[in-house]
């Protein structure tokens, strides 16, 4: 073999080679040289060939069994086979991520799960009585059935009072009661301003004050609740009163507008039923009544913390909390 190379690289020399010291010290450097050129070029077709050969990696293919240079057994076929990596390669950790997209399919998920609280306790069960009981006693006053309106009337005042007492008692409070216990109350007053006003009891002037602010309360509400709904806003979310979205806080104000509204109402229930002249004492309590309703009324226009929507409160509470981690060291 090393003949053979010799011979090539002869071959190659241009010219007569001179038969000196020098001439012979420049052949023997060449010829090695050519040797070493030769051998390299050998060996990096033979890589080249056996590289051919070798299944890639990351291939998906199994190798050609043409490929194969010795016979062909199935233990050898897997074990050509059973080196490759299941997965593919991983991306470098320095390389930047593309943000993932939410599909609205996640986000309607998302919405979904907000929280539902009980709404199903004595508060709120007594305060559905009371709004039961609101027409039947409207009835009873228009029909002159005195004794059975006061009857009832006196319940949803004893039930007002026991269902606030047992949600604090007792730890019952739902931010849907404090939609309802209002709504109940007005409820009342409208059909008792109602009902006094149709059978005489009442001056118009004094039902129009009181109605008039009711309904504009009453607007207020539906559009505080559709504005704090979290979407998505449909119907069916809007009347599923175990989603809070905003708490109602009465003002003070309002608070002995009720108590004096009541009171009115009530004194003209009890006049028919007792043998005593209370003109005089009524009348100054209705001049009373028609103030203390418009202040109240302004009093939730001018208020920030009449209406408070529940998500706008969460979002606070979580800046809040953030600047405070901001500011420790």
Request: glycine share 6%; with cysteine.
């Amino acid at each position: 073999m090393t003949l053979l190379l010799m011979k090539r690289a002869s071959s190659r020399l241009p010219g007569r080679i001179i038969n000196t010291p020098a001439s012979r010290s420049f052949s023997t450097r060449s010829i090695s040289e050519s040797i070493t050129t030769i051998q390299a070029g050998s060996t990096s077709r033979t890589t080249a060939r056996s590289c051919a050969h070798r299944p890639s990696p990351w291939s998906s293919t199994t190798p050609p069994i043409s490929s194969l240079s010795r016979p062909l057994t199935p233990a050898r076929y897997f074990s050509l086979t059973r080196w490759r990596s299941s997965s593919p390669p991983q991306p470098s950790p320095d390389k930047p991520q593309p943000p993932s997209k939410t599909s609205p399919l996640k986000k309607v998920a998302s919405a979904l799960s907000t929280p539902h609280e009980n709404i199903y306790t004595i508060p709120n069960l007594l305060t559905v009585t009371r709004l039961i009981a609101a027409p039947f006693i409207g009835y009873c006053i228009v029909n002159n059935h005195h004794t059975l309106a006061l009857s009832l009337f006196t319940y949803a005042g004893i039930s007002d009072l026991l269902d606030g007492w047992i949600a604090r008692k007792w730890n019952l409070k739902t931010v849907v009661g404090t939609i309802i216990d209002p709504l109940a109350d007005k409820t009342l007053m409208t059909v008792l301003t109602v009902a006094l006003a149709t059978q005489g009891s009442l001056p118009v002037w004094l039902a129009v004050i009181i109605l008039g602010r009711d309904v504009g309360l009453a607007i207020a509400a539906v559009y505080y609740r559709w504005i704090s709904l979290p979407p998505p806003k449909t119907m069916s979310r809007y009347w599923d009163f175990s989603l809070p979205s905003a708490e109602v806080r009465p003002t003070t104000i309002s608070k002995y507008n009720t108590a004096l509204q009541l009171g009115l109402m009530g004194g003209m229930m009890v006049a028919p039923v007792v043998p005593v002249d209370m003109g005089l004492g009524l009348t100054v309590m209705q001049y009373i009544v028609a103030t203390t309703t418009i202040w109240s009324g302004a009093s939730y226009v001018y208020s920030k913390d009449a209406v408070k929507i529940l998500s706008d409160a969460k979002e606070a509470k979580k800046a809040e909390t953030e600047g405070e981690r901001g500011q420790k060291p």
